[in-house]
C-alpha cells in the first residue's frame, strides 16, 4: 500500500462544473507535488509546497487552484477546465529541502476526463 | 534550463535477458542527482534507483544497475535477468540542486515490454 493516497481513482467532469482532488501522504514528509502526465508527454510540474508554502507554480492556468492545509495534505481545485485538461494529475512528497538523494513517493494518481 | 533525453519510445526484450534503457541530460549545475522510476499500466510511479552526481561507483539496487557516464551526461539504467513483470513505462528524472533544490524534471519515458 502506498503512503500517499489520491482520492478519487477516476472523475468525470463537464467544463463548468467544480470539483477537486485530494493527497494525503503518511511518511512525515515537508514538500508535496502536483505533476499532470498528459498522453504522449513528459510529467509536468505544476505545484510545489514546502512546509506549506507553495515554492514552485510552473505558469499553470488560474483554472487549477491548490490547497495545502498542512505538511500531510494537498488539495487541487478544479474549475471551468478544458478538454485539454484530461490527464493522469499525480500527487507526490519527499522529505523536504536538503534530503537531497530522497526521491518522490508517488500516489496512484486521479485519471481526470473534461468532457 | 533543464532536460532530459530518452531517445527510445519502446524497447523488446526477452524473459530473462538483460536489457539498457537509454538517459541523456543537460544541466549546468555540479551537485544534481538521477532517479529512475517504473510506471506500470496501474498508473503509479515506482522508483527504482538513484545516482548523485558526485557518487563515484554506479548505483546499484538489486536488478537494476545505473551505468552512470558523467562527462557524456548519460544514466542508462541496466535491468538484468528481464522478468515478464518488468513490462512497463520507464522514466529518468533529474532533481536541481539550486533555489529549493525541490524540483524533479522529467524525460519523456521508454516502453519497456518483455516477451515470453
Known amino acids: 500500500e502506498t503512503g500517499v493516497t489520491q482520492t478519487p481513482r477516476h472523475l468525470v467532469m463537464g467544463m463548468t462544473n467544480k470539483k477537486s482532488l485530494k493527497c494525503e501522504q503518511h511518511l512525515g514528509h515537508n514538500a508535496m507535488y502536483w505533476y499532470k502526465q498528459s498522453a504522449k508527454k513528459p510529467l509536468e510540474l505544476m505545484f510545489v509546497?514546502?512546509?506549506?508554502?507553495?515554492?514552485e507554480n510552473n505558469s499553470v492556468p488560474s483554472r487549477f487552484s491548490p490547497e495545502c492545509p498542512n505538511s500531510s495534505h494537498l488539495f487541487l481545485h478544479l474549475h471551468t477546465l478544458q478538454p485539454e485538461d484530461s490527464a493522469l494529475y499525480l500527487c507526490?512528497?519527499?522529505?523536504?529541502?536538503?534530503?537531497?538523494?530522497?526521491?518522490?513517493?508517488f500516489g496512484n494518481g486521479t485519471r481526470l476526463t473534461v468532457t | 534550463a533543464q532536460k532530459i533525453t530518452q531517445t527510445q519510445p519502446g524497447m523488446f526484450v526477452q524473459e530473462k535477458e538483460a536489457v539498457t534503457l537509454d538517459c541523456t541530460y543537460d544541466?549546468?549545475?555540479?551537485?544534481?542527482?538521477l532517479f529512475w522510476y517504473k510506471q506500470p499500466s496501474s498508473g503509479e510511479m515506482i522508483f527504482l534507483i538513484y545516482q548523485g552526481s558526485y557518487d563515484e561507483q554506479n548505483a546499484t539496487e538489486g536488478r537494476y544497475s545505473l551505468n552512470f557516464q558523467k562527462a557524456r551526461k548519460s544514466a542508462n539504467l541496466v535491468i538484468s535477468a528481464s522478468q515478464l513483470g518488468d513490462s512497463a513505462m520507464y522514466f529518468c528524472a533529474m532533481r536541481e540542486a539550486g533555489g529549493y533544490g525541490q524540483n524533479f524534471v522529467f524525460g519523456p519515458g521508454t516502453r519497456l515490454s518483455v516477451l515470453p
Open positions: 544541466t549546468s549545475d555540479q551537485s544534481y542527482g
Open positions: 507526490a512528497s519527499r522529505p523536504g529541502q536538503g534530503s537531497y538523494n530522497s526521491p518522490l513517493h
Open positions: 509546497y514546502s512546509l506549506e508554502e507553495r515554492v
